[in-house]
């Protein structure tokens, strides 16, 4: 149960890791046997889907490009998925200008605001530092060394924009992954549809009506 309060005994816990375990392994190794069943059965699924594509008079090239245009986007959106935030690695990211950028970044990422509102904002806190960095200068605050870092800084955070401190919008891929999954639906349905039509009566380039065949 989820009741996180009280006490377990020892062998209530054992008890039921123990079925826990068994049933992991058991649904581990059921995955094992198909994996190796539907390698094994590959080639068969794939010569029977091209018969039946030629028993319709289709190709048999269309059971691939089926494949393809399904699998391709998954890939693509898998790889996306997985590379999310290292296309700039942590030790590259600029520092922070405080809680104005983090707040500007949180409202860009929330979608409150878009990037062209959220780069002039951006411009615009970065220019109030830069203000106060040549006062402090101005005053001796600063060495020459230290203002001249500054301004690269300022210069390297213009340049970096604000789309590289914000994280790509979980409602967009997840838009995106709802309608790869239906259309990958509709492919299947279309496939499906496909294979349950009824196969040419004359002989087609592919060869004769294996109903003829049959009934011989």
Known sequence: TGDFRGRSSRQEFWAYYSVFFFLSSVLTLLLLVWFVFFILT??????????????????????????????????IFFIYMLSMGSDEPEGERLDSLG??????????????????????????????HRKAMSDGFGKG???QEIYDQKHKFYDSKIQQGISSGAEPSWKIILSF?????????????????????????RTNKYGQNPKAIYDR
Do not use: C
Not at 103 to 123: C, S
Not at 177 to 191: E, T
């Open 42 to 75: 590959l080639v068969t699924n794939l010569s029977l889907g091209v018969r039946r594509l030629h028993d319709i008079g289709k190709s048999g090239w269309l059971q691939l490009w089926i494949w393809l245009i399904v699998a391709v986007p998954w890939v």
């Open 99 to 128: 809680p104005e950028e983090d707040r500007i970044v949180r409202d860009f990422k929330d979608e409150l605001i878009d990037e062209g509102e959220a780069q002039i904002r951006l411009e615009a806190l970065i220019y109030q």
């Open 141 to 143: 605050e600063y060495s």
């Open 177 to 201: 992954g709802v309608a790869l999954f239906l259309f990958s639906v509709s492919v299947g349905v279309y496939w499906i549809v496909l294979m349950a039509r009824d196969g040419e009566k």
